[in-house]
């Protein structure tokens, strides 16, 4: 616990560390992996990874991933994914499976 009661840390044995904040952001690290879980106060979760991708999950159940290369990936409540390329390329995939891809001339296959 700091000076100001507004941070705890917990060190578990296996190297894991974990923060809490007064204002309800918790703070957990798999030391073994380098990766963060946080945990915000209205229910966002996000995953950092070593390797920089980084995956927000939010409380409507919808999901947001950003890629080391710049490419993201959405993922709507009705289970829709649209993938965006850094080439401008987009992909959208339904949940029945049927997927659409725009490439950055205009093709659309």
Request: some cysteine; hydrophobic content about 30%.
């Amino acid at each position: 616990v700091n000076a100001h009661g507004s941070l705890a840390k917990l060190f578990n044995y296996n190297g894991d560390v974990k923060e809490s904040n007064r204002d309800g952001l918790v703070r957990y690290l798999y030391s073994h992996t380098q990766t963060w879980h946080i945990t915000h106060k209205d229910g966002r979760e996000v995953l950092q990874f070593k390797n920089g991708q980084e995956e927000i999950r939010f409380p409507d159940g919808s999901m947001s991933i950003s890629f080391p290369d710049g490419s993201t990936k959405t993922i709507s409540t009705s289970g829709e994914e649209m993938i965006k390329f850094c080439d401008g390329t987009v992909v959208k995939i339904q949940p029945n499976g049927d997927k659409l891809v725009s490439l950055p001339h205009g093709q659309i296959e």
